[in-house]
């Protein structure tokens, strides 16, 4: 049993909430519209997860990386934490995108 994955991806998430709270991206501008999305998006992946893993499709890796411990048959604790992780970040790059597009079209049109 090993804490490294989850604590890199824990890691991750940190730096990702710090840069979204130091540019009001996501969260921090609306965090009750934002903790809807992150809660719609993580439901939805865990059923594609449940989806793949009934299918045969997805299937859980024996590594010494990993915590070792399993929520469900082939669903490991590290993977709605990565589900989570993934769906904030794909938030802040598409708010941060949005918001530099949008200065950009700002100066095009000054």
Do not use: K, N, Q
């Amino acid at each position: 049993m090993s804490l490294v994955y989850l604590a890199a991806l824990l890691v991750s998430f940190a730096c990702v909430l710090v840069v979204d709270r130091r540019f009001r991206l996501f969260l921090w501008r609306a965090p009750r519209t934002a903790l809807a999305v992150l809660a719609v998006g993580l439901v939805f992946f865990l059923a594609w997860d449940a989806a793949g893993i009934a299918l045969g499709v997805f299937f859980r890796a024996e590594t010494t990386f990993m915590t070792g411990i399993v929520l469900a048959p082939e669903l490991p604790l590290e993977e709605p934490v990565f589900l989570l992780f993934l769906c904030e970040l794909t938030m802040v790059l598409f708010c941060g995108a949005e918001r530099l597009l949008a200065r950009r079209a700002e100066r095009t049109h000054s």
